[in-house]
């Protein structure tokens, strides 16, 4: 066990729609990653916050946002979801540099 | 720029017989590279990391691996294939950056045969 959890794990939705997925902290942890895993992209780094901050950008699309709050847990924001959005969102923590701590993922299905 | 390359997209073993999955990297740091397992509707988890101390690493579940710097590689092995073996590998290197530079490999999925 992470101690990283994700929230929903399954998520079904149309397409246009709107949705959030979650990500709390373990304690002490003040960095949050935000990748996506897709069949044909594999796994991709999509951004990272530290502290509340935006601190680096990975391949995120504009339509995706994320925040972190002041007690650390981490929100993704997906908007004008499309077919291709498809995939398994992972948070990462770490309080380390050298390692990260991966949640289960939230699967998201858009139809 | 740094980049991994997991050589084989499937390997398929017998249980009982040796594991090998393979890694090649470039980086233009020195980097740290890490193995993770994810079995099928599960997250990812850390089998090994190495982060410039001994070449050898030893993880969990009887893993290991071993960092050539002339051969820039970093193949994770196990003696002896158990069939909850069965899972996809990935094979991470972050550079100085910490993991805001982290690049994943296109997996490899182990089968392992009984």
């Known amino acids: 066990d992470s101690g990283v959890t994700q929230t929903p794990k399954h998520l079904i939705t149309a397409t246009g729609q709107r949705v959030t997925l979650r990500c709390s902290p373990r304690?002490?942890?003040?960095?949050v990653y935000w990748y996506q895993q897709s069949l044909d992209q594999g796994l991709q780094f999509l951004i990272q916050?530290?502290?509340?901050?935006?601190?680096a950008k990975g391949n995120i699309l504009e339509r995706f946002s994320a925040q972190q709050f002041p007690d650390l847990h981490s929100e993704l924001n997906l908007s004008s979801l499309e077919l291709g959005d498809s995939a398994l969102y992972f948070c990462?923590?770490?309080?380390?540099?050298?390692?990260?701590?991966f949640g289960q993922g939230t699967r998201l299905t858009v139809v | 720029a740094q980049s991994v390359t997991q050589l084989d997209s499937h390997v398929s073993v017998s249980e009982g017989t040796p594991v090998l999955l393979r890694c090649n990297y470039s980086?233009?740091?020195?980097?740290?590279l890490f193995w993770y397992v994810q079995h099928p509707n599960k997250g990812l988890q850390l089998l090994l990391k190495?982060?410039?101390?001994?070449?050898l690493v030893k993880g969990i579940n009887g893993f290991e691996a071993e960092f050539k710097k002339s051969e820039t590689s970093f193949h994770l092995t196990k003696p002896s294939a158990h069939m909850s073996d069965a899972a996809e590998y990935f094979c991470?290197?972050?550079?100085?950056?910490?993991?805001?530079?982290?690049?994943f490999g296109t997996g490899t999925k182990l089968q392992v045969i009984p």
């Open positions: 916050y530290y502290n509340g901050e935006e601190r």
């Open positions: 980086s233009s740091y020195s980097p740290s």
């Open positions: 990462a923590r770490s309080c380390m540099l050298t390692e990260a701590f």
């Open positions: 304690s002490g942890d003040l960095s």
């Open positions: 190495y982060t410039s101390a001994a070449t």
């Open positions: 991470v290197v972050t550079g100085s950056g910490g993991y805001q530079k982290v690049t």
